[in-house]
């Protein structure tokens, strides 16, 4: 595994594969890796000849108040779990290299941004596209992975790639989850032991509000549910608890058979802010 940490280099690379007709598979990644991304790696590693694996703690999608302080980081540990999982070469530019003080334009993203995470949020999907936008353009993959876990992401990048004409194609990979169905996450690690014990109840909460819509409960009945759920079972602060079409992130009245819905939490604990979501295809009198 080759460890990379100028644009240059990377494009010299990225290049060279895709003269030679090669297929790149691309990751990104803020790194402090865990299983969900090694399940990206390994579909990356499966489908592709050249895998590129980026840790970058993007300082532009946190907010001034959030944690890119204390964003766990461990390049040590990571490097040695890229190089097990074959992964050929490992992207870990500096802030300095990534951002240039001189630079003039930044991506604003219109729409998908007004709900969830981007209303919680502000100008975080901004960061996120622009860093991927870049890291695009220096990685030239044939085919990037991105987890559900961050289903407004995968949506935001969608319409990316779409408003910009990009060639790589975005491979959705469904939400990597503990034994007892907790999401993996790098933020995991700050759940005091008392937290992680409740936190699967999230999860449980998701599935069980998923049941009740197919079983014909409304949509704020349904939100209702969820939330007193996570209530009932957690110490959490909870954030949100949103319904919406998927990926276009509009607002749904009545659910039609076959429409694409997220069900989408995010819960405050003392330390970590956790984010979990269902996709699924609205199926009434489905369980
Ligand atoms: P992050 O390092 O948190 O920015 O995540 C990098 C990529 O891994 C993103 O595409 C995430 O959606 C994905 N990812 C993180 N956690 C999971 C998970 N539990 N299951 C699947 N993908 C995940």
Redesign the pocket.
């Known amino acids: 595994m080759k460890i990379i940490n100028l644009i240059s280099d990377m494009q010299k690379e990225s290049l060279a594969a895709r003269l030679a007709k090669k297929t790149v598979g691309f ?11 090694a ?2 790696i390994e579909q990356a590693r499966k489908e592709n000849d050249i895998v590129v694996l980026s ?1 970058f ?2 300082p532009l999608q946190f907010g001034q108040n959030e944690d890119f302080d204390a964003y766990p980081r461990d390049i040590a540990r990571d490097e040695k779990i890229a190089r097990e999982l074959g992964v050929d070469y490992l992207f870990y530019p500096t802030i300095e290299e990534m951002y240039k003080e001189d630079r003039t334009t930044l991506i604003t993203v219109e729409k998908r941004v007004d709900v969830l995470c981007g209303k919680k949020r502000p100008g975080h999907f901004d960061g996120v596209a622009t860093v991927v936008m870049k890291l695009f353009q220096i990685v030239m993959p044939t085919q990037a ?7 407004q ?2 949506a935001v990048i969608e319409g990316l790639i779409s408003d910009y004409h990009l060639t790589v194609q975005l491979v959705r ?5 503990e034994e007892d169905g907790l ?5 995991n690690v700050y759940l005091t032991p008392k937290e992680r014990e409740e936190a699967p109840a999230i999860h449980q909460a998701l599935q069980l509000g998923k049941s009740r819509l197919e079983q014909g409960a409304s949509i704020s009945e349904t939100k209702e549910f969820v939330e007193n759920y996570i209530k009932e079972h957690t110490a959490s602060e909870i954030d949100y608890v949103e319904i919406y079409s998927y990926p276009n992130l509009k607002e749904v009245k009545e659910p039609r058979d076959g429409e694409s819905l997220i069900l989408a939490v995010a819960a405050k604990f003392s330390r970590a802010r956790l984010i979990d979501n269902i996709v699924f295809s609205y199926t009434k009198g489905e369980n």
């Open positions: 990751v990104p990644t803020m790194g402090f890796l865990h299983e969900g991304h399940t990206l840790i703690v993007n992975y991105f987890g559900m876990k961050d289903a992401q995968v990979v469904n939400t990597i989850r999401a993996k996450s790098s933020r």
